[in-house]
Structures are given as C-alpha cells and as structure tokens.
C-alpha cells in the first residue's frame, strides 16, 4: 500500500549464523519524525485503519527475541527491518 502504482517494494533476507534480517524498502511517502515516533509505540496509521498491524507485529517480535527497526524519511520511502534469532536446530 506504501509504494505508488507500478514502485517495486524490495525484500531482501540475509543471515549471520545467529540471527535472521528481512529488509522490506518501499519507495513510497514515508514518515515524517512525528509519524515515525509514534509508530510501533502506541496504534498508529496513516491509511484510515486501526493501525495496530505494526503495534502488534512489534510486540511478536520482541517476544520472540528480536527487534524491528524503522527507518523513513517523508518523501522517500520507509525501509523496515526484522531481527530474530534463528532456531536452534534439533538432534
């Protein structure tokens, strides 16, 4: 929804032997420093929703170890990325 008609929206995931990054990069309107303060701290949107998607994925992902980092620049775009530990493997 972030990217206008016809703008990719980049993933790319990586590995370093102990945690897992996804990166998702869109090109689209971004945050200003308002938006992205309150955004993952209380619900927050900027589409006319509930705006608690990244409230509730944040919260997911602390509990599981990780981390979710947000970087935007109105005008821009934004790029979100994801941290989590990698499972351990089993016997």
């Avoid at 938006?35 to 602390?62: D, Q, R, Y």
């Amino acid at each position: 929804d972030a990217s206008p008609e016809g703008q990719r929206v980049r993933v790319r995931a990586s590995e370093d032997g102990e945690r897992c990054r996804i990166d998702v990069i869109d090109d689209g309107h971004g945050m200003d420093e308002r938006e992205l303060a309150l955004a993952g701290e209380e619900p927050f949107t900027t589409k006319g929703t509930m705006g608690m998607g990244l409230l509730a994925g944040s919260a997911v992902i602390e509990k599981l170890g990780g981390e979710l980092e947000l970087v935007s620049r109105a005008g821009r775009g934004t790029r979100v990325t994801l941290r989590l530990p990698l499972a351990e493997s089993q016997p």
